[in-house]
């Protein structure tokens, strides 16, 4: 495991990386984007760790493109006892869902009015130049023991389905995210972004005229070749 709180060594993530070839997955918080900048973040004390990753002995991974299981194996030990364990799992029935108890997030952390004041004053502050992409969010609340996590994840993809879901332990507590998007992927040489941006409600009138009215909105096309620009 490698952990930085505050700001990245780039090298000692790179030695990390490099002194291993077993699969690795991790996490990076959002004030990482202001390291170098000279900005002080003010960070909670049950704020996750600025970055973290772990190595694996193994990994198995669905591929929902191509609908197969693949699988990255330190030995041939490791790829017997992750095998012997999946085969030991009982099938699930059906997934829970909320319908079943599991907590639903609730109580918003602002009212209707309160957020579209903040609407109000994004948009004065885009005006003025302030801001050239702001993500304006809300919080939700729900009461879900540690022990029902793993129901309460299965609950949200679904009622929720998106291509990217993840579970992660950290040290005090756990994380679920979930997302449409996918920000750059690296594979063969080849760079792919995925961002959900220049996008409109699909109607009765079908498919083609959906894509036709898209590409005839100069909003939509102002916010696709923003985030295209960002990303690149």
């Given amino acids: 495991e490698v952990r930085f709180d505050e700001a990245v060594d780039r090298f000692a993530l790179e030695r990390w990386l490099n002194r291993s070839t077993l699969p690795a997955l991790g996490l990076a918080g959002y004030t990482l984007g202001y390291q170098g900048t000279g900005k002080k973040v003010r960070r909670a004390v049950d704020d996750p760790p600025g970055l973290l990753a772990r190595r694996y002995e193994a990994m198995v991974r669905w591929s929902v493109e191509g609908d197969r299981v693949e699988g990255a194996f330190s030995s041939e030990g490791a790829a017997r006892k992750a095998l012997k364990l999946l085969s030991s799992l009982e099938p699930m029935e059906s997934p829970p869902t909320f319908a079943d108890g599991v907590a639903q997030p609730a109580s918003p952390s602002a009212t209707k009015s309160e957020y579209l004041d903040g609407v109000g004053r994004s948009l004065a502050g885009i005006a003025r130049g302030d801001y050239y992409q702001l993500n304006l969010t809300m919080a939700f609340d729900a009461h879900c023991e540690a022990t029902d996590l793993y129901r309460w994840f299965l609950a949200m993809f679904a009622a929720y389905p998106a291509p990217y879901y993840a579970l992660f332990h950290l040290p005090g507590g756990q994380l679920v995210s979930t997302s449409p998007e996918s920000f750059l992927r690296v594979r063969d040489g080849v760079v792919t972004s995925k961002p ?18 898209l590409k005839g909105s100069p909003k939509e096309e102002a916010e696709l070749s923003m985030i295209v620009d960002l990303i690149r």
């Fill in 196 to 213: 959900i941006k220049g996008t409109a409600p699909r109607t009765d009138a079908g498919f083609e005229e959906d894509v036709r009215r």
